[in-house]
Nanobody, 120 residues
Framework: QVQLVESGGDLVQPGGSLTLSCAASGSIVSINSMAWYRQAPGKERDLVAT???????NYAGSLKGRFTISSDKAKKTVYLQMNSLKPEDTAVYYC??????????????WGRGTLVTVSS
């Protein structure tokens, strides 16, 4: 079994910064990609950023330049550095990892989410 746990969500003022973390644990053979998604109230879950095992990153077009995704393979952890936060960034942020587990079965795992609120 594989578990993902996000942390770092908080209430922050507009213009502020925040770093989210997501750590994986369990019977993991390899992590093939990591990603962050977010879901604002009343809206669908949208992709924020991805990072591949070779370090290649991709961002939702509107977020590039403000958000930075990174990872620590040894810690099985993905990070999301968020700068110049806006009220419209308010959402529950979820991490997703494409994992090959000890059964050599590959599937996506999701965390339960961490709430980011941007408000004065």
């Amino acid at each position: 079994q594989v578990q993902l746990v996000e942390s770092g969500g908080d209430l922050v003022q507009p213009g502020g910064s925040l770093t989210l973390s997501c750590a994986a644990s369990g019977s993991i053979v390899s992590i093939n990609s990591m990603a962050w998604y977010r879901q604002a109230p009343g809206k669908e879950r949208d992709l924020v950023a991805t990072i591949a095992s070779d370090g290649t990153t991709n961002y939702a077009g509107s977020l590039k330049g403000r958000f930075t995704i990174s990872s620590d393979k040894a810690k099985k952890t993905v990070y999301l550095q968020m700068n110049s936060l806006k009220p419209e960034d308010t959402a529950v942020y979820y991490c997703k990892m494409a994992v090959t587990d000890s059964s050599y079965y590959g599937r996506d795992y999701w965390g339960r989410g961490t709430l980011v609120t941007v408000s004065s």
